[in-house]
């Protein structure tokens, strides 16, 4: 069910595990609601420097 309201059909469903379906529908739920997970970006520096001050 959760597959086919991400718009798979049955078919794609089958040739993917369950893991893997489960990534799909969050990536699909996330960019359907505007929801972004933030990305890792190299330490700068500055940031060194303020995590050993």
């Known amino acids: ?3 086919k ?4 059909s049955f078919d794609e ?3 993917l595990t ?3 379906l ?3 529908v969050n990536i ?3 960019m359907e609601t505007g929801k972004r997970k ?3 970006r190299m330490a700068t520096q500055a940031d060194i ?3 050993f001050a």
């Open 5 to 8: 309201r991400a718009g798979l």
């Open 1 to 3: 069910m959760i597959g």
């Open 38 to 40: 933030q990305r890792r």
């Open 13 to 15: 469903i089958n040739e």
């Open 49 to 51: 420097d303020a995590f």
């Open 22 to 24: 489960l990534k799909y």
């Open 18 to 20: 369950v893991n893997d």
């Open 28 to 30: 699909y739920v996330d």
